[in-house]
């Protein structure tokens, strides 16, 4: 009879989840974050230093945040005490608190763990500050949110944020074969199919193991298709009200930018299968035409307008496809921001001079009192001169023209371009006829 193979598990192992078994034992078993815990790297220097500095752990789910707490209090020789920011409140900090200071009388060092830290309120945060300041606990706080967005400054100026990489495909390839030993099973499924895996892990270690578990009461080798019918695809990691959002519609804008459609329509859809709101889409592609392509296409507007409206009136997933093709068409449109930049520049400008009144000459005159003080006078209707331009001064009669508006010769900007320059060329040969006298002399 052939005998089983060896179990790499301890007894009291069984019926605990294989992703709890398989938890690293050692900061060295620990996968994918070498750049924090090799000799090298910032963490890796403070365990060979012995010597632990309070730090908020941001990264996505499954990179091993907890595990790396656990291991590094393990090292150190400190006591661990976890927390989730979840179900803990003031009344559970607290007790933690009194429990450290009567360690640290007895030379105890103790590690406060706070998983999901960014949970806590701004208050809750606060009440962290004097015991970390003195050294009664080394804070170890656990993220998934940027922690510039979600953790005081007081806070965070007392720590050190150190970024997990999410598990990249070898990773998770290499955290495969440690379940395959350790269970003395190979998974059922063929190549493309561990493939499949692997990608719908995304880069969730922990995940990737739940899935590994789900598979070991499977007789059959599956492809891909039967992986996806036993296992449902999860969702993408993507919090639209939280970094992950203006992250994807950062890539997304300057992909466009970039006139790089094949990026920007990759970009479209991680957000479309994060759940992000199509009409948000929608209304960023209408400021993107009037900001980054303006006049170089004026079609680039009516464009997003249209995807817009038809998103509106047929809803998704149908309507998706206007908003896919407005994306290619402002990726691969002229791009310009001379518009953009002249209104900034006019706003300035206005705000500079302040409340100098119009030339009298282009200001109505509705009243007798009004046109004996000159308005109106000498004011020439452009339409009825030779080539439609007067070439009149419409500036303050205080302040210096300036040219503001500079257009690129991108798209149809370049036909404004030549004739603005032409413009410009005529109003300066009427200032030149202005500035004298009817015999030639100057006024």
């Known amino acids: 009879m052939s005998q089983e193979p060896p179990s790499l598990f301890e007894p009291d ?43 908020v752990l941001w990264g996505p789910p499954g990179c091993g945040k907890t595990t790396i707490a656990r291991l590094l209090a393990d090292r150190t020789g400190l006591a661990f005490e976890p927390l989730s920011a979840t179900f803990s409140g003031v009344a559970e900090l607290r007790k933690v608190f009194q429990a450290a200071a009567k360690r640290r009388e007895i030379g105890q060092g103790t590690m406060l763990f706070v998983d999901e830290i960014h949970r806590f309120n701004r208050a809750q945060q606060d009440s962290f500050l004097p015991y970390v300041e003195d050294g009664t606990v080394i804070l170890v706080g656990a993220t ?33 074969e440690r379940a395959e030993a350790a269970t003395g099973k190979s998974l059922p499924l063929d190549e493309q199919a561990r493939h499949a895996m692997v990608a719908m892990a995304d880069g969730d270690g922990r995940y990737l193991l739940n899935l590994i578990e789900q598979l070991q009461t499977v007789s059959e080798t599956l492809d891909t298709s039967g992986l996806t019918e036993l296992v449902q695809q999860r969702a993408p990691i993507y919090d639209k009200g939280q970094e992950g959002h203006y992250n994807l519609i950062s890539a997304l ?66 309507g998706e496809l206007a908003i896919a093709q407005a994306v290619v068409y402002l990726a691969t449109a002229p791009k310009s921001i001379a518009v953009y930049s002249a209104f900034n520049a006019a706003k300035r ?19 007798k009192l009004m046109k004996d003080l000159g308005y109106g006078e000498g004011y020439e209707y452009d339409p009825h001169t030779p080539g439609g331009f007067s070439g009149a001064n419409y500036f303050p009669e205080e302040m210096e023209p300036e040219r503001l508006y ?20 005529m109003r300066a040969e009427k200032r030149t006829q202005d500035g004298q006298d009817d015999d030639g002399t100057e006024t």
């Open 349 to 367: 400008l206005a705000k500079k001079t302040g409340s100098l009144m119009p030339p009298a000459n282009i200001l109505n005159a509705p009243t």
């Open 13 to 55: 192992d069984i019926g605990r989840p294989l992703a709890d078994r398989l938890r690293p034992k050692t900061l060295e078993d620990v996968l994918g974050q070498d750049h924090l815990l090799g000799h090298d790297g910032p963490i890796g220097r403070m365990v060979d230093e012995r010597r632990l500095v309070s730090m």
């Open 144 to 176: 998934t949110e940027n922690p510039s967005f979600e953790l005081n400054s007081a806070l965070l100026s007392r720590c050190q944020v150190f970024v997990l990489k999410r598990l990249d495909e070898q990773t998770l390839t290499t955290l495969i």
């Open 406 to 425: 500079r257009p690129t010769s991108h798209g149809y900007e370049g036909v404004i371009a030549e004739k603005l320059a032409e413009w410009h060329r």
């Open 253 to 318: 804008h300057k992909s466009m930018r970039g006139s790089d459609p094949d990026a920007s329509l990759y970009w479209l859809t991680r957000m479309l299968d994060g759940g992000e709101d199509p009409l948000y889409i929608a209304r960023r592609l209408v400021r993107f035409a009037n900001e980054d392509i303006a006049i170089a296409d004026p079609q680039a507007v009516h464009q997003a307008l249209a995807a817009w409206d038809v998103y509106e009136r047929l809803g998704s997933p149908e």
